[in-house]
């Protein structure tokens, strides 16, 4: 309240699958007439864009279905009665009805192994950023994933064990943007009362005395080389969500120039880099690495961007109307669902490319999940900042949890992660006396 500063909330921009439903509801509800109702529906800040061919597309699909389903009659939910649209039949109501809402969560899926051993559960959000061939870490083993199909995700042993690892999305609870910046300058600018700031304050001087810290118009970048491989530490203070997307954009270009593997890992502070060949340490590669150019282009390429639309539109689908999850008793199971979505999707991919939905699908795979705008303002503001380059002799106080969040990725070893980062803090204690 003291600076009266707010999180941004970027709205939604014509959701069309809220859209449908709200439809249906309206012409179920004891009808409504397409002109009047267009008019109100522009009077919403999300559809005040909202065009005519939008809003004919979206009578065009709950009345008939659209072109691609025009042939099967339970996809023509409405119809008209003189200058209204109401509600098709009763069936149509009582489906719609029990299964009306927007809300859906994220759900696990099996993990097994190709010869059919189950491994366990992890979060769809987490393996659908994955593509065949990558590798990550389940319950201390490291997998490669073969194929994901009806909810199960088909994995081998992988020889490498360099990998990602999964993450639980009730856990990460990861700083805005606004938030980030707000710590940054707080580390610029330490002196003050405040208890935090007097806590930390040895490990500021110590950051200072073995690197730097970067103030808010400045990029740090620390590199070590340590019997791990050679480190990279980049610290763009924008959050854990833009950091992901930047370390999978940094690694993909680093790999694209030249054979070798990188291991990511990030904070919401920082991003690391490891890589047993050297990755370079001087400003004009990283700018390279970290430009706008073909920015689109390269986050498509190094996440798995059609799993990730396939998955948005299993969500828009339900909500448009096109799946119904079942009824009271005789709900059907995720995989049920998600098999219907599938079908939809590869129907409408092949006979319908330009349909609507699947647009929306792809539109908010790239705000929402690549956060390609928030990737793209943090790339824009690290373009006008000045880059600081330090060599470490040892982990700074900054870079040491980047590297203890790698290091789960890391080495097979009887130690466990937590002794492992014990001993390196005692090291470091060591070297600041």
């Not at 919401?268 to 880099?273: A, K, M, P, R, T």
């Not at 996440?303 to 096109?322: C, H, K, P, W, Y």
């Not at 002799?393 to 992660?417: I, K, N």
């Amino acid at each position: 309240m003291s600076t009266r500063s707010v999180e941004a909330r970027a709205p939604i921009v014509k959701p069309l699958d809220v859209l449908v439903q709200h439809l249906v509801t309206a012409a179920l509800g004891g009808g409504f007439e397409s002109e009047s109702m267009f008019d109100e529906i522009r009077s919403a800040y999300a559809y005040r864009t909202l065009t005519r061919e939008e809003w004919d597309w979206c009578i065009d699909f709950i009345t008939r279905g659209g072109p691609s389903l025009v042939a099967y009659p339970r996809f023509a939910r409405v119809q008209s009665e003189g200058p209204r649209i109401v509600g098709a039949s009763t069936i149509i109501e009582r489906a719609h009805r029990l299964n009306i809402g927007t809300i859906s969560s994220d759900t696990s899926i099996r993990v097994k192994y190709v010869s059919g051993k189950a491994l366990g559960t992890i979060e769809e959000s987490f393996i659908a950023r994955l593509a065949p061939g990558d590798r990550f870490v389940l319950g201390g083993k490291p997998l490669e994933l073969v194929r994901v199909r009806e909810m199960t995700a088909h994995v081998r042993r992988a020889k490498n064990l360099r990998g990602a690892v999964p993450r639980w999305e009730g856990g990460r609870s990861p700083l805005s943007t606004q938030l980030a910046h707000a710590v940054r300058r707080m580390l610029a600018n330490p002196a003050t009362d405040a208890p935090e700031m007097q806590t930390i304050a040895p490990l500021l001087e110590l950051q200072r005395h073995w690197s730097h810290i970067p103030s808010p118009d400045e990029l740090l970048i620390e590199s070590l080389e340590s019997n791990d491989g050679f480190h990279v530490f980049l610290f763009p203070f924008e959050g854990r969500l833009v950091h992901e997307g930047l370390g999978a954009l940094a690694a993909h270009r680093l790999t694209r120039d030249r054979p070798r593997s990188i291991t990511v890992s990030g904070n919401d502070y920082g991003i690391e880099l490891l890589s047993d060949q050297p990755l370079p340490t001087d400003e004009p590669a990283w700018r390279r690495i970290l430009a706008l150019d073909h920015l689109l282009h390269d986050l498509l390429s190094c996440l798995n961007s059609t799993e990730l639309t396939r998955r948005q539109f299993r969500d828009i689908a339900r909500v448009a109307g096109l799946i119904v999850p079942g009824f009271p008793g005789a709900g059907k199971s995720t995989r049920q669902v998600q098999a219907s979505s599938e079908l939809f999707f590869d129907v409408f991919t092949e006979f319908d490319p330009r349909n609507r939905l699947l647009e929306q699908a792809r539109r908010e795979v790239l705000q929402q999940q690549l956060e390609v705008g928030r990737i793209t303002d943090a790339l824009t503001r690290l373009a006008g900042q000045r880059a600081i380059i330090v060599t470490l002799d040892q982990l700074s106080p900054l870079a040491f949890p980047l590297w203890a969040e790698g290091l789960r990725t890391q080495h097979v070893t009887s130690e466990s992660w937590s002794d492992r980062v014990r001993k390196m803090a005692m090291v470091l204690e060591r070297f600041a006396g």
